[in-house]
T-cell receptor, first 115, second 113 residues
Framework: EAGVTQFPSHSVIEKGQTVTLRCDPISGHDNLYWYRRVMGKEIKFLLHFVKESKQDESGMPNNRFLAERTGGTYSTLKVQPAELEDSGVYFC?????????????FGQGTRLTVV | QQQVKQSPQSLIVQKGGIPIINCAYENTAFDYFPWYQQFPGKGPALLIAIRPDVSEKKEGRFTISFNKSAKQFSLHIMDSQPGDSATYFCAASMRGATNKLIFGTGTLLAVQP
């Protein structure tokens, strides 16, 4: 069974540009999460999808971040325009069900560097 | 405001030693406390988890000790090996619609041969 896959692994962009990160969850997992780790700090929750619906987007930093999950399969996270403080590692995770805690499986992350 | 505080930031032990990583939380509504292990270039992977109705859980060489009254929990790695060198994150979540994880800042562990 394939794990959670994220693309790209690394991205270096200039301030003001747009970047789109992609996450393919484990097949059959309705729950998809985005997290971010800024260097040396904790991994912070960004948002949670249940199928194609946003269940909780309380962690999204501002309106420069847009997440979508069309059809309830893969998800994209777009940053437009990117700022220096957006640099960090973006993780995607998926799990089978939200009611009753179940294990969240993480992708390898996308390292975003804004210069 | 950081809801889960983790220490130490980094830790070096000799092979066979018992590294201990500590975490403290504030929100008494948390009811699930996992530990994640992350190797360079990989995503965090669930190592072991505990619920607050037990004080200890052991899986292989990894043990979680949980102190509900002190709102603290810790990870012990018995007979540590160089292959255990990784970053360890404690986390907490509460039963609900989201089950989002609240992570600590991570501990970089190096086990020297």
């Amino acid at each position: 069974e394939a794990g959670v896959t994220q693309f790209p692994s690394h991205s270096v962009i200039e301030k003001g540009q747009t970047v789109t990160l992609r996450c393919d969850p484990i097949s059959g997992h309705d729950n998809l999460y985005w997290y971010r780790r800024v260097m040396g700090k904790e991994i912070k929750f960004l948002l949670h999808f249940v199928k194609e619906s946003k269940q909780d987007e309380s962690g999204m930093p501002n309106n420069r971040f847009l997440a979508e999950r069309t059809g309830g399969t893969y998800s994209t996270l777009k940053v437009q325009p990117a700022e220096l403080e957006d640099s960090g590692v973006y993780f995607c995770a998926s799990s089978k069900q939200a009611s009753g805690v179940t294990e969240a499986f993480f992708g390898q992350g996308t390292r975003l560097t804004v210069v | 405001q950081q809801q889960v505080k983790q220490s130490p930031q980094s830790l070096i032990v000799q092979k066979g030693g018992i590294p201990i990583i500590n975490c403290a939380y504030e929100n008494t509504a948390f009811d699930y406390f996992p530990w994640y292990q992350q190797f360079p270039g990989k995503g965090p992977a669930l190592l072991i988890a505990i619920r607050p109705d037990v004080s200890e859980k052991k899986e292989g060489r990894f043990t979680i000790s949980f102190n509900k009254s002190a709102k603290q929990f810790s990870l012990h790695i018995m007979d540590s090996q160089p292959g255990d060198s990784a970053t360890y994150f404690c986390a907490a979540s509460m039963r609900g619609a989201t089950n989002k994880l609240i992570f600590g800042t991570g501990t970089l562990l190096a086990v020297q041969p």
